[in-house]
């Protein structure tokens, strides 16, 4: 009983992002490097079509890391093309009775 409480308190969630940036090279020859003119062209774009997020529970961040990507790669069967974790802060009585002060002093 108590190791599950230890375990509850050791974990955070955290906020997983797949494919949030994903760079597509739109031409792949080696034009863009021929002359000036060629390289003032935008050859690169970001895309977001493949963009979702999911909130993880984990121990720590690389736990949370790992699981993400065992998540993506058993649901799709390949790699992520960009993994951003970020940590949920939790509000703690403290910080919520000061932000109640705040409030009634303003």
Known sequence: MTTNNTN????????VKFNASEIVVNDNSQSMFKSKHHI??????IKKDNFFEIILIASDFSNCFEKAK???????????????????????????????KQKLVA
């Open 70 to 100: 065992n998540f993506y790669r058993s649901q799709y069967n390949k790699e992520a093309s960009s993994i951003e974790v970020t940590q949920i802060k939790r509000a703690t009585n403290t910080s919520t009775n000061l932000s109640n």
């Open 40 to 45: 003032k062209k935008n050859y690169f774009k």
């Open 8 to 15: 509850k308190k050791n974990t955070s969630a955290y906020k």
